[in-house]
């Protein structure tokens, strides 16, 4: 069974950056996208931002100009740079791929980001 792994969470400042990381443990072929979702005390999962597999970055609203999704440096990796985090930030963050034909729906358990001063 494919695992994604995600690092970097931990507390940051209003006004900080952070960097995200995602990678799944084996090889897996046939991504359609890749994902960050995130999650809230009290609310709802919601996604952050998508990479398509041509290369199609699409963000919520809440995030535009702030985060940026890419493509890491491993094979089967994917970064999300935070940059001017705001408290209503908090969240576990999970990263996500799906297959071409939704033939898998892989998620990561979770990375915690704390924006406080």
């Known amino acids: 069974q494919v695992r994604l792994v995600e690092s970097g969470g931990g507390l940051v400042q209003p006004g900080g950056s952070l960097k995200l990381s995602c990678a799944a443990s084996e090889f897996v072929s046939s991504i359609d996208t890749m994902n960050w979702y995130r999650q809230a005390p009290g609310k709802e999962r919601e996604l952050v931002a998508r990479l398509s597999r041509g290369g199609t970055e699409t963000y919520a609203d809440f995030v535009k100009g702030r985060f940026t999704i890419r493509r890491g440096d491993k094979r089967n990796s994917v970064t999300l740079v935070m940059h001017r985090v705001e408290p209503e930030d908090t969240a576990i963050y999970y990263c996500?791929?799906?297959?071409?034909?939704?033939?898998?729906?892989?998620w990561g358990q979770g990375t915690q980001v704390t924006v406080a001063s």
């Open positions: 996500n791929f799906v297959g071409v034909w939704n033939e898998f729906n892989y």
